[in-house]
């Protein structure tokens, strides 16, 4: 797999779309509360069948953004809608699905959970015909997925190492080589190790990475380098800043200095502000280090915007969303949705046909043009740190 440390710029508003992610979280706020939930079907008469989306959780603002875009696209082009999420809970997921089986679903979109956890679920899909399309996460181990819409998971890992090297000012913003040198001390965290986008973030920031801790310019204090040292179980806020806490324990007790922190989501990077807070952190003598993220949380873009947090990645849920739609239209026309990637993802059964979008990073000085140009956000929602 090629490095490629920047992605091109896709800001380009092709859909019209409504983003409607509600609820944003403090940088302490973290709730594991949502129990699942039907969101209901449109109720409206509808001559292109039923087609059932599955998402993962509620707790994050992300996929709710997801669920609604997904929802709104797929009622626009005709269909009905059984959009449900479970809760972040595997048995609930699967239930969800065998239910929009049973109910005569004829697509079904899928962000899963536990990436390895569906394959009766995709059985009874493949038996009855239904062709099924993970949505953002691969769906492992089963010959039954059709079809994937993602982002460059790759490239996004890329991208959160390089603004970390960007922060600390090892590179310049423009990829070019900075002027420092460091030594600079910094801590990796990384996702849910059953989501298998987690590995790939993963292994796109420490090849990345990697080059500098050989050289010196970076070091790891607490020596957790391995993704099964610093993964961070279903991505939740409270184990990053439990993580966090631990790593602050046994390295930084004795006053080392901490410079940077590969974080890969959003919601994690608000628990390790926490922790780090907590600590002592962002204060003068104590400056908070170089944090990273990625989805580009409303909360989180405020922390940016605050100078609290350092950068995100930017994954227009509306690209994804519409592209998921594109795909669900075509086999219910009889065709195959068009892939732009047949070689990356190998779920270890098949080599299943994907569509990928590029990623953005985002620093304080591009969330006008990336994100509030865009549509994405309001300059008003941006100063709130909320959605309205
Ligand atoms: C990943 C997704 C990320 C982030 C994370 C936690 O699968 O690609 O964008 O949302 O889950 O929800």
Redesign the pocket.
């Known amino acids: 797999m090629s490095t490629r440390k920047f992605a091109a710029v896709a800001v380009g508003m092709t859909l019209a779309l409504s983003l409607a992610a509600c609820g944003g979280e403090g940088a302490g706020s973290g709730t594991d509360t949502d129990t699942g939930g039907d969101t209901g079907s449109s109720g409206e008469e509808s001559e292109g069948g039923l087609i059932g989306v599955s998402m ?2 509620q707790t ?1 603002e ?2 709710i953004a997801d669920g609604d875009a997904v929802k709104a696209g797929l009622e626009e082009a005709g269909y009905e809608v059984d959009l449900q999420f479970a809760g972040d809970d595997i048995p609930t997921q699967s239930q969800q699905i065998d239910q929009m089986i049973t109910k005569g679903a004829e697509a079904l979109i899928i ?1 899963a959970i536990d990436g390895t956890a569906l394959a009766s679920q995709l059985q009874a899909a493949a038996d009855a015909g239904i062709p099924v399309i993970a949505y ?2 691969l769906i492992r181990d089963s010959e039954n997925v059709n079809f994937y819409v ?2 460059d ?1 790759f490239n ?1 890992g890329v991208q959160q190492a390089t603004s970390l090297l960007v922060g600390l000012g090892v590179l310049n913003a423009d990829g070019s080589e900075g002027t420092a040198t460091g030594p600079f001390n910094i801590e990796v965290h990384a ?2 190790l059953d ?1 298998n ?2 590995h790939f ?1 993963f292994a796109g920031a420490m090849e990345t990475l990697q080059p500098y801790i050989d050289s010196g310019v970076l070091t790891i204090p607490s020596g957790k380098t391995e993704i099964e040292q610093v993964a961070i179980l279903r ?1 939740q806020q409270e184990v990053a800043q439990k993580n966090m806490e631990d790593v602050l324990t046994a390295a930084y007790n004795d006053g080392t200095p901490l410079h940077g922190v590969l974080s ?2 959003d ?1 994690a990077s608000r628990g390790i502000i926490t922790a780090l807070q907590n600590a002592g952190y962002g204060s003068a003598d104590k400056p908070m280090p170089v944090i990273t993220g ?2 580009a949380e409303i909360a989180s873009v405020k922390l940016i915007a605050d100078g609290v947090q350092f950068s995100t990645i930017f ?1 227009d849920t509306r690209k994804l969303a519409d592209q998921a739609v594109v795909a669900a239209e075509a086999y219910l026309s009889g065709e195959e949705p068009e892939a732009n990637d047949t070689e990356t993802y190998d779920n270890g059964v098949k080599v299943v046909p994907s569509y990928l979008l590029e990623s953005d990073i985002v620093y304080a000085d591009n969330i006008e043009a990336l994100l509030v140009d865009s549509g994405y956000y309001t300059a008003e929602e941006v100063a709130a740190g909320q959605t309205s």
């Open positions: 993962p959780t994050s992300r996929w962000a953002d996460r993602t982002f998971n996004v996702g849910s989501d986008n987690a973030f991505w890969p989501f919601g990625q989805d994954k």
